[in-house]
């Protein structure tokens, strides 16, 4: 068993968010993608269907074979670049909501005066302030992201995530807990070191 006796920071907290943020929430890489793939299809629909009116369906003129290609194709272009530019705003809104929701998470859940201890069993971890108790299981949790400023261990279940700092922590049992985990969650233990990560 080890254990490590902590006052959460701001600093580490911010940080986890972040963490939990770019692989569950809104800033997740794929979500971004997918983001931009139904804008870009939306710009290329929208293009062609105002291809098809303004210059295959318009009454009254006749188009050059060139006017018939050159035309499409501008206005494919700006329909698909004004696509991008909704997506881009889409996904800055995104990043603001989740800015705030960070900030929100940080401002209830931060209580710098209060310290918190967690244990580390063979099973679970078990979290102690001087009013509560909280034990998670570690089946319970999908991954651990250790890195030089915290431990986040994420759990998709409930939608939430845990920081615990290292700053201050005596080095031996950083180690200890390091091991452990490394042991207990194998490939869901992701180490990101100097930008370096092993998942």
Sequence with gaps: MYKLAYYPTEESMSHSFGI?????????????????????????????????????????????????IVIPAVIMLISVLLFLGFGYMNVKKRERQSQII??????????????????????????????????????????????????????????MFFSIPKDGQDADALFGVDRLLREKFGESFIYEMEGAANA
């Design 20 to 68: 939990y943020d770019r692989r569950e929430g809104a800033l997740k890489k794929s979500e971004i993608r997918r983001n931009y793939i139904i804008f870009i299809l939306g710009g290329i629909l929208f293009g062609t269907v105002s291809s098809v009116l303004n210059v295959f369906l318009a009454e009254g003129y006749e188009f050059t074979q060139t006017e018939k």
């Design 102 to 159: 960070g900030i929100n998470i940080v401002r209830t859940g931060f209580d710098q005066k209060t310290p918190k201890n967690v244990e580390f069993f063979e099973d679970r971890l078990v979290y102690t302030s001087p009013y509560k108790s909280y034990t998670e299981y570690y089946d319970e949790i999908d991954y651990v992201v250790s890195d030089s400023i915290c431990f986040t261990f994420v759990c998709n279940n409930s939608g």
